[in-house]
């Protein structure tokens, strides 16, 4: 995927941590290490509104669904 380049205001308390990794060769770069942090946010925030909406669903509902599904498909499957 093509990078662009943005600037961004950060803490300089949070830059000198940052240069330390990158001086330690945690990061190649103060880009590729934030790039990976907002990637792993990025991540963190899919997943709990993946969660929110999973927390929405009836299980008993869900069950249903899946055995109904599952007795459907069996009928079909060729016998071995």
Known sequence: MKTV???ITIDG???R???DLV???RFSSRSRAIQLAVE???QRLD???LARECSKLDPRAEQRLAND???ADLAEWPEY
Do not use: H, I, N
Request: no cysteine; hydrophobic share 45%.
């Open 47 to 49: 997943r709990g509104r």
């Open 69 to 71: 599904g599952a007795s």
């Open 5 to 7: 380049k943005v600037a």
């Open 23 to 25: 001086a330690e060769k």
């Open 40 to 42: 792993a946010q990025l």
């Open 17 to 19: 941590r940052l240069d």
């Open 13 to 15: 308390r949070v830059l």
